[in-house]
Every structure is written in C-alpha cells, then in structure tokens.
C-alpha cells in the first residue's frame, strides 16, 4: 500500500461469471456500466487497484465490494 493506494490480488473467478469471461477491457466497462470505476490487471495474477479518497463515502465501498462479488462469483 502506498499513501491511499492498494493493489489487491483477487480470487479466482467462478467459470461463467463476468470476471471468468471478459477480458481487463470488458471487466473495466462492467463496473463502468454500474457506475464504478476500477483499475483491474491480469498478470501475473489479478490484482484490483482502489484509491481512497476524501471524496469516497463508505456506500461506495460497500457498492464495489458487491459488485466484486457479483463480478467474481456470477451472482
């Protein structure tokens, strides 16, 4: 962790789910499309990159953490 910055490494996705079945590009746009933004990378493992920030409330939070779930687990 640097200053407000972590890099976490993520589970492995459930086959089917839209983190198992879309690219870096194509998860990026999912969460866009929820109104999240993320920075996900694939290699060597997946990592996911949070910043926070003064502006971020904790609704947010709790919003990408269900999301993640929904992401990873497909439902």
Same mark, same amino acid.
């Given at each position: 962790?640097?200053? @407000? ?7 492995a996705a !459930? =086959?089917?789910?839209?983190a198992h079945?879309l690219?870096?590009?194509?998860l990026?746009?999912?969460f866009?499309?929820? @109104?999240v ?6 290699h060597? !493992? =997946?990592?996911l990159r949070?910043?926070a920030?003064?502006?971020?409330s ?6 990408l ?10 439902g």
């Open positions: 962790m640097i200053g @407000s910055m972590a890099s976490i490494p993520l589970p !459930v =086959p089917g789910s839209p079945r690219d870096c590009k194509g990026h746009d999912w866009r499309e929820r @109104s933004e993320t920075w996900i990378y694939h060597p !493992v =997946p990592l949070i910043s920030q003064l502006y971020n904790l609704g947010q939070f709790k919003l953490a269900a999301l993640l779930e929904e992401a990873l687990s497909g």
